[in-house]
């Protein structure tokens, strides 16, 4: 157990639907990313935020949003959703910026049909 | 931006052989070379890195060894066991600038019994 925490484990849900994706870092890190796998494929980086302030971009849809709270708590919102967003998504968090060692949660699995 | 090659995408031995999977990363700046295990519907999880003050590290039965001229790193894993069969991902980041982990995209490692 990483020591990050994401919910769901599982969502369906149709197309043009909006979904909201929720993860917990570890205790005492600040920053958090998200990452799409989709089937048999490698990890993409969609975005980062470290203390409540986006870091850096990567990959992501203009469908798609996230955010950190005050709490570090950080949530992907994924809207307008179609089928080509089924996917798996990690989250991970790592203590800072500077030391990268990132540490991934359990993901959330999303089928859109 | 970054990227990272990662060969083969595929390789099977025999249980108790050697396997040695290999990355090739573009951004000189990059300092920070982790490999994660990826189990079949799991968590990536971190087995080992390395930082480019270093060439080589080792944890028992893994090594990974970086080359910052050529710029490619290397993950080896010796006497392997049916338990090591999974998907292994390179990644490369940076202190500056964009520092989220550029993926490499996979090698599925099967290990024979």
């Known amino acids: 157990d990483s020591g990050v925490t994401q919910t769901p484990k599982h969502l369906i849900t149709a197309t043009g639907q909006r979904v909201t994706l929720r993860c917990s870092p570890r205790?005492?890190?600040?920053?958090v990313y998200w990452y799409q796998q989709s089937l048999d494929q490698g990890l993409q980086f969609l975005i980062q935020y470290y203390n409540g302030e986006e870091r850096a971009k990567g990959n992501i849809l203009e469908r798609f949003s996230a955010q950190q709270f005050p709490d570090l708590h950080s949530e992907l919102n994924l809207s307008s959703l179609e089928l080509g967003d089924s996917a798996l998504y990690f989250c991970a968090s790592s203590v800072g910026p500077v030391k990268e060692t990132q540490y991934f949660g359990p993901g959330t699995r999303l089928l859109v049909l | 931006g970054e990227n990272v090659e990662q060969h083969p995408s595929t390789l099977s031995v025999q249980e108790g052989d050697s396997a040695v999977i290999k990355c090739t990363y573009s951004d000189s700046a990059s300092n920070y070379f982790p490999w994660y295990k990826q189990e079949l519907g799991k968590r990536p999880q971190l087995i080992i890195d390395?930082?480019?003050?270093?060439g080589e590290k080792k944890d028992q039965r893994i090594a990974v060894t970086l080359n910052k001229t050529a710029k490619h790193f290397s993950l080896h894993i010796t006497e392997t066991q049916p338990e090591d069969s999974a998907v292994y991902f390179c990644a490369a980041s940076r202190d500056t600038g964009r520092r989220a982990l550029t993926f490499g995209s996979g090698t599925r490692l099967q290990v024979q019994p």
């Open positions: 390395i930082r480019s003050n270093v």
């Open positions: 205790s005492g890190d600040l920053s």
